[in-house]
Structures are given as C-alpha cells and as structure tokens.
C-alpha cells in the first residue's frame, strides 16, 4: 500500500480545493463519459467523484478502463471545483472532484452477486450468504452506525446516572425456567454442562445483595426457542438493576434512558411522562398489552346490549362467564365479503371461533347479525361506540382473554390496511399491574407471567395462596409503538417469600435448593429492596432505524431456524472435539 | 420500605447539617459506648455514622440492641456534627452523625461466614461461594469501580476516534485453530454444533471488508483450554479493526488508548511514545518476549568469552549451535547455596540443563565455575557485564530460546526477590518483528505463532516457501510491567497469500474452503488492507488496580478448574435437555 489516505471523504471540503489529497475506498460507480472517466469513490464516511479526463496519460486511463464496481484503490489528486453543470446537490461533496494524478488498486474485487447500489438485486438468504457485501449497503451501514450510536447514548446516560456496568459470566448454571438453555459441554467435567444466560437475572441481583447499587450492562442473551418469525437465538439487552427503589423509580429511570437515546439518535423528543395503563385496561381497550397507540381504534364492551338481542351466541357466551366486545371500523361498511373473511381469519389464528359484524347506515344497523337487535338496541349500540353512517362494527364473543386478544389483532390489522399509523411518531406507554401468575392448563400448573423472582402486590399478598390468578405483579412494560421494548419487576428479597414463589410454581424445595440455593442463601445475608428492567435493544434499533426485522440492524444475524448462511454455523464439528467431551450424538433416537 | 432514601452516604456534606435525612444501606458496625449506640451505615458510596443516644425512646434502643452486622436498614435522623472529640479524619463524612429518629429493619442478615471488614477471614475459596458477600468488600468493590471506568474510557476514546462498536455473533461455526472450543449444540439442527468466539476476529475482518473502516468492541471471548493458574474459561478483550492501515497506526491508536484509559482512571501519565523492541531484541536483553522494564537487569552474551573457558558444557553447547548468556545479579555473592539452588529450580522449569555462576570478588571471579576462566578471561567477563565486586553472574547455556528463556524467569524472580521493582511505575514496550511461524515439532509441523490471518513481512515473503521461519510477522505485542496486554498485526487481505499460509500451515485447501471459505470468498470482492489489535482487558484492569490475580477484577470468576463455586456450575442437566439435543454422554470412554 503505496498511497495511504491522507483524507477521507467526509473530510473533503471546498476550503481544501487546490490542494493534494489521497483518497482510499471502494468503487463505487465508474461512468465512460465520451473518453473522460469518472469514479465514484466510497467510504464509511462519504463519496467522492474523481475524473481522468482524455489529457491524463495513457497509462492511467488504461488502468482506469479495467477498474470495475468494488475495486479497492488509492487515489492521489488535485481536490478540484466540479464545472457549474456537473454540481450534484445530491451528493454532501457534489461541487467537488479530484482530478486524479495516480491510482493504486489496493485489491481487485469479482462482480459481486448482486449490486451494492441496488440491494433489492439480490435475494434475503443471498444477502446472508454474503453478509460482508450486503453490509456496504447504505441501508445497513446506517443501521450499524445508528445502532453504535444508540449503544453510546444509553451508556452515556446511565453512566451519568451512577450506574456500573458490570459484567456477568456467559458460562453459567443451567435453570431453565422460561425458555430453554442453550447448553455448553464442559470438557474437564464430564457430564456436566454449563448453559448460556437466557438473562443476567440472578447475577444482577447478586449485585444489588453485594451493594452496588446501579447496575447496567449492555449483553447478549441466549435463548434456544423453537422457530418464530424476527426471533434470533441471541439478542441483545440493556439489563439494569437498582437497589432501594420501588416501580417508580425504576420506570422513572426507564422512561428518561428512552427519551434520550431518542433526542440522540432521532433527535426526536418523546412526550412525557410516559403515559401508564394497567394491563387489565390495555387489553380492554387495545386487546394486547403491547398497543400500538399510534392510532385511536378502541375495544368496547357489548356486554350489556349483547344480553339483550336475540343472537344466541352472544347469549351463551355471556352464561358461561364470557365476554362479547365490539370494534368500530370507520368507513369499514365498504368491505367486501372477502375483506370481512380476512379479518375473521385472523381472529380465528386468536382462537376465536369467528368474527361477526354489524354495518352502520341510517342510523340504523344492517347485515351481519343486524337481524338479533331490536331498533332500541340498534341505537344504544350506535350511541354507545360513536358509529358513524359508513361504519362497520366487529364483535367478538368468547371467554375474556381470547375475546379481547383476537379483537385486538383485528385492530392491529386494521391500522395498517386502513393507513391509521403516523410513521413518524413515536408512541410510548407503560403496562402495569401485569398478573403475576399464568395458568398452564396443559401441565395443570401455574407459571410465572413475568419471571420467579418477580415481588406480588403486597396489597395482594394475601391471595397467593386462595386465589393466586387474582394476584398483581409488581412488574412493568414499556411499549413503544406497539411493541414490547422492555420489561421489568421490582423483585423478591425475602428468603421466605422467594420459596412460596417456587413452591406456588410447582417447583420442589429441593429443586428449589438444587437450582437456586446460592440466590436463597444470598437473601439471608441482607438483601436490598431491588428492582429492574430490561430492554430488548435489537428491537429498539429497529424502531428507531425504521427497518421492519430485527435483521436489518444485526451485523451477523442468523435465519429464523437459527443458522448463519454465511458460514454454515452450526455445522458438524471433528469426531476428536466429540470425543473430548464425552459426547455421543444420538441421530436416530426421537427427543 | 417506608423510608426511602433521601441522600446517599457520600451526599452527606456539612451543609445538610440540621436537616432531616434519610439512608438506607448495610450495618458495617455496631458499637455500645456506655449505652449510646453507634452504628456505621454503610452503602455504595460511603459510610455515615447514626448515633442512638440514651434519650432515644426505649422502642427505638431496643430495636438498635437486635441489629447485627449486615442488616439492611433505613434509617430517618437529623444530619449533625459530631463532637470535636468524637471526630474521625480517616472517615469522607467524619465530622457528621445522624442522630437517628427511626430505623426500618429492611431485611435481617445472618452472621457472614467471613467479616466483610476483614476479608482475610475467609480463604479464597470460602469467599468464592459466598462471591456476593465478597464483592462487599472495599477491595471488590473498588476494583469493579475501576474496571467501569476503564471500561468507559476505552469506549469515550474510542469513539472520539470515530470507532465504531460492533456486536458479532457468540454461536458462531466451530474453527479450532489455536486453542479449543468451547461448542454448543444445536437442537434444531441435530450433529450439528455452534463454537463459542475465541475471539472475534474473522468477524471484525470481515466488517473491514465491508468497509466500517473503524470497528471495535468490548466483548467476551472463550478458550477451553488446560488448568492454568489464572487463567479464565471467558475474559474480556477490547478488541479493534482498523482499514487502511499499517503497523504504525494500529500501534498509534493502541498506545494512545492505553494512556488515555491511565490518565482517565489512575490519573497517571504515560510516558510516550512507548519504547520498542524487535522479538529478537527483547529475548536478547530479558529473555522474554513481555519484560518487565521497571527494572533493569540485562541479559548478555557470552558467547565470545564461554569458547575461550575451559568449561566444557560452554563448549559443547556453542558447537551444536547453542548459545551462552549471562545475567548479573547486583550483590548477589552473598547468595547462600540454597537461594542459588532455588534460582537453578525456576531455570529448570523452563528446560535449562542448570545454572552455572561466578561470583565477583576482589576484581576477580571466585566460585561456582570460576576455575574454568583464566584471569584474561576473567576481566574480560567483568568489563563485558559491568559487574561489580559483590555482584553473582549466572549463566545460562543451551538452544538459543532456551538458554534466553531460562534465564529471563531467573531475571522475573530476581526483580521480585531483590525489591527491585518499583510498584507505583508503569512501563510499556512495544515488541514487533515477532516471527510468523513456530516449528510444532511433536507435530512435525508449522504453527501460527500469532495466529494464520497475521500478514508475513513483505520483505520476507520470499522466505515463505524456502525458510520459514526466518520470516517476520507484522504482528506486535503491548507490553505493561511484564504483562502482554495486548497484541495485534496487520492481516492478509489477499485470497492467494491467505490459501498459501493456510497451506503452510498444513490446511488442505478443502479444509481451507470447509472451515474458512467464507473468509476467502470476501478476500475475493474487495478486501482493503486492514489490522488491528485485541487488549486482554481482565490483565490490563488488574494491573491498574495493582491487584494479582484476574479474579480480583471479575465479578463472577471461576476457578483454575473452570468451576463456579457460588452457583456449582458446570453442572449436571436434565435427561430431557439432553433429549432434546439427542446427545449422550459416555462417562467411560478414554478421550
């Protein structure tokens, strides 16, 4: 490497006009304009157009003609204005060019499988394949460059805040609770393994046992899950922890590193405070616990008029405990059959049984069930959800969850298909009040809806055992944008509350000792009040980045079933690595 | 918890004197004086003394009389001076007391298992199982302090540096070129298994050859390697990628990184530029390739002088090529012959023969092999090494590495034992021109002696084919008080250069193409010339702590055996995990 850069091209301006500059980056264009060559050179930073026009000498213009798209060079020239005419106000060095004296070709680069400029040239999975050429694209490397800038951010203000980043192993006891452990063989101990963290959980209330007070960490997270679609099998979280603190403080806290990471990287300012509903209004209002409130569309209860009609659904729903709930659709009495049955679809994949619906026109009700209302009831359902002539009502009629849930993906639905949503506002909202518990009917057991080491309403204490699905958590969502960016729980600290915990969960208290007998030792030895929360920062970036996967802002993401197509991870490993681990893989045998 | 904090102990100033505060922290003290209670609170940021007087209400002496070390409490008071003769200078907030209005048991502890205040009553591997009552402490809680801040001023410079932080993948493609791997298997994928990063490096090569130009990361890394004292299965490296660059710019950024993170964390200057020494110089001179050079004591030949004795070793091992070097060791004639036995010891354990000395006395040698040097040869010897009446001379004699490498640990020690190291200094050194290979010779084969992406000296690359091991690296070592800190080259950028390493190193090119045909394939698309530099940052924390050991700068470490004492960890999984994975593990077969 001959001509080293002496600038890069962010760095060319016009004040440097006249003066010697060499330049190193990737072709990224090259244009034969009758005899005069342009290049278009690219780095990290910006573009420059270098021109050798027909009176350079014949060896550099023969070296140009073989240059192609990618090439690696060096160029040493004259930074020069471009003619009035050839200015590109598109381009942040548009009025400049240098007229090139000497190139260096650093590497020659083959045709690459598709087009650097013209992503869309090549396929998702051919992308993967060859991540390190999809990465030059503009659309990543602003990603990855807002990615980097929203990881600083958050560290600057936690930083600011007192907190300590300390780090947590990655070789750690198995406990799958949740998910499941991804596992690491231990080679000097066989037969046992290590797991890798699904989250720093124990470890951060070990540091809060240990006094430090504040901590955060910005760190993988492992979890081995079955196949869904924008899941990667790590991911990354900003983990904090905090001694002496209850809900508000940690939310506090929460909220304010959100706002700005925001004003960093989008300069964007966040309403505040963070508006705060209960989980048990979010889903009546919104069907899901993650709304996207960017725009209004809001559940409402039919129960009342639903008793009073004729449809027999409604009414035999209602007698075994169930719920009917209505949604409006503005303008919606334009659906076809078809467009009504895509939307029942989609209910349907939330266990409903079925969609019914109602057209607003008169003033009256029409098809659908309009048949069961009487004209009074007409009425009080047109009054009571604010219908307007040309509207469609939804109704969903089933047990309280499922009614809600799968009302609450129509909506999501709607939102997009009916153009509801602001792309360019950000809408924030906490959850609180989560249950703590969830039944797992299958198992016939209970299952914590947060985490093990989540505290219970102390209001609600008294409920664990004769009613524990009525018992509130001490826990907390952040949702932005209809989706969940973090979420968090002021924890258990008592020995004594910890093993009730376990115990409520069907988790013996020798397991209990075996799996977390170091978290209920630590408790006796003056555990703090403490509290926490995580935010999923693969998702985060997402949002802030505009891109719709989690993909587009991971330098090496793997496919949905978990593998990197770039080098074939996992792949099969020498018999003498299996050997040394004692390990025999068992093809045949059904899991 | 009622009372919540109003201040921390380090917010409490002479200027609250009078108000009303509130704290919430750990017993560290309790003390009955006469039947006024004296309890020193203690949380992350200090300590403050509550006084309990006689006056104070019976409830509240009572509940004082049960507290014991450990205990979370809050405590509600006055902030007050303290009498003048109760004053404690050696405290930050020594002048003040609260006189304590309530108190909030806000969690019992039991008695620790070892003193918090007096960590020497527990041994280390009590302290290990019990590592969050250890981190309690003042020296683990400091040393986490430090490496946050070191931690944050490696990424402040860094990004001022327009670096840019990029996560790569943990579950990576299994690539067993240096150490081992740790693997984890895929259950989704059956025989198939990720490989846990022994370090990043294909990846940050690869994000050169997407051209982010600048690329770094705190990140953890993984070796299964053999018990070795003070060694960790997972450390930490502060890992950079540079493009465009050569040896010098890496080095640049590298040294300035390095006294930024001093000046930021111990207030300490560097002295710059730092020092360098070629591999060959630094053996001469130290015998090892990490001196310590907060001392002086020097190697040097004998070779000249060793022909002309009569000593037949000297003789016989100059003939088969080897090599004499000498060391003096400033008053070391009053060496007993026990000490010079236990030098003769530690270069045994590095593969010398025995150590021979003189001794010098009166101008003259007396002892040890000095009947085999005439008088000539004598004065000769003491005008080379400038030893002084009452100095020793050791000699080593042996293969070039093993007579400088012997007698470079004879030096380490000596600098310990004879207190010749001053320890408020820090000196680095940079060592450069390390050659490319090592003869592996049970093998019968090359080794990378940095690892195989390092690039050969491009005036050596003739050598490659015909002798190569004379060729020189482009790699460089960062040295600081004998420790290797970092290390680092400039990498091949070219497909052909990098299958020739390959083959040399004994990689048939299907290997090649199986384990590293993606890295080869970007070599192909426009690889620009890149290097860089990895920091072992767990070593560099420990010894800006002056601590010494690593597991003093972890907060979770794990044993010599790669055990978590605290969490038991590896340990035994559930059939079903291993199940799930279709994985068996067979105790009995002999790796």
Redesign the interface.
Known sequence: ?KL??TK?CHELTESLVGHEVII???INTRRDLGGIYFLDI????GMIQVKVGTDAPESLRNQVRKITP???I?VRGILAFRPKDAINPAMSTGTLEILADEIEL?????T?PFEITRRETGSEDLRLK????D??TQSL?KN??L??RA??AA?EFL?QEDF???????????T?EGA?????????????????PQSPQ??KQ??M??????YYQIV?C?R?E??RADRQ??F?QIDLEM????EKDVCDVAERLLSYIMRKVRNVDLSMPIPVLSYHEAMEKYGTDKPDTRFDLQLFSVDMIAEKTSFQIFKSVLSAGGVIRGLVVPGGSTFSRKEIEEYTQIAKKYGLQGLTFVKVEGGSLSGGISKFFTLELMKALIQQSNAKDGDLIFFSADRWETALTALGAVRTQLGKALNLIDKEAYHALWIHEFPLLERNEEENRYEAKHHPFTAPNPEDEGLLETNPEKVRARAYDLVLNGHEIAGGSIRI??EELQKKMFSILGISSEEARQKF??LL?????????HGGIAFGFDRLVMILAGADSIREV???P?TT????L?????????EK?L?????????D?K?
């Open positions: 490497m080293k850069r890069r190193n980056g990737w690219r780095d990290r930073y990618e090439d690696v060096a650093l590497n020659k680069a083959k690459p060859y991540r390190y050429l990465l030059r490397q990855l460059i990615r980097h990881a600083q560290r930083n300590l980043e300390i780090e947590t192993p990655f070789l750690m006891k198995s799958p499941r452990d991804f596992l690491v063989p231990s080679r000097l101990h066989v037969g046992h393994f290590y797991a890798l124990t470890y070990l540091l046992v240990s006094g430090f007070d504040k993988k492992f081995d079955d196949l099998p790590e990354t001694s002496f603190v209850d600290h008592h007998g170091f030792d630590a408790f006796q030895y003056g555990a703090p009040p991971i330098a090496f793997k079933t978990a593998q990197s770039m080098d074939n991870a996992p792949d099969v490993v020498d690595q050997k040394e681990l004692h390990l025999k893989v068992e093809k045998e899991p």
